[in-house]
């Protein structure tokens, strides 16, 4: 699993190149169907994925204690799901990456050679059920801003 979430965010890594990055911000001129020369500006637009693929996305732990990619409730108060109490919940525990935790926990696993599922790796990241893979697309894509 550590390997495929790694292969992913590597694959982002190529994607959101220097010069995918350069086109982002200044265009691209290309020539149109009907010959006349347009500044185009590369864009991603929505990207749809189920359960699995949205844990790899935004590296969280499979069933872990903190289940939802987009908050911190724990799966604890699943059964609350739809109330307004849980509505609340949401709201106020939004999941916000933190990449020193994260490149700690690299450290931990490249460097020190512990295991990527082991105790010392799950001290620094379980409470919110992250893993020790850095988020590609977040981190390259929050350095972009609209004109």
């Known amino acids: 699993t550590h390997c495929w979430r790694e292969l992913f965010q590597g694959c982002w890594d190529i994607l959101l190149d220097d010069e995918f990055i350069h086109a982002y911000h200044h265009g691209i001129v290309m ?3 009907d010959g006349i020369l347009r500044r185009v500006f590369p864009r ?3 990207y749809s994925a189920d359960y699995p693929e949205k844990i790899l996305i935004v590296t969280i732990k499979d069933m872990g204690s903190c289940l939802c990619p987009c ?33 700690t926990a690299q450290d931990i696993v490249y460097k020190s050679g512990y295991a990527v599922d082991g105790i ?11 893993v020790p893979t850095i988020v590609s697309i977040l981190i390259v894509l929050s350095t972009l801003t609209e004109i």
């Open 31 to 33: 020539r149109c169907a």
């Open 44 to 46: 991603i637009f929505t």
């Open 71 to 103: 908050c911190l409730v724990t799966k604890l108060k699943a059964d609350c799901v739809g109330f307004m109490q849980d509505m609340h919940r949401r709201i106020e525990g939004l999941r916000v990456y933190c990449l020193q935790k994260t490149q």
């Open 120 to 130: 010392a790796v799950e001290k620094v990241l379980s409470s919110e059920s992250w």
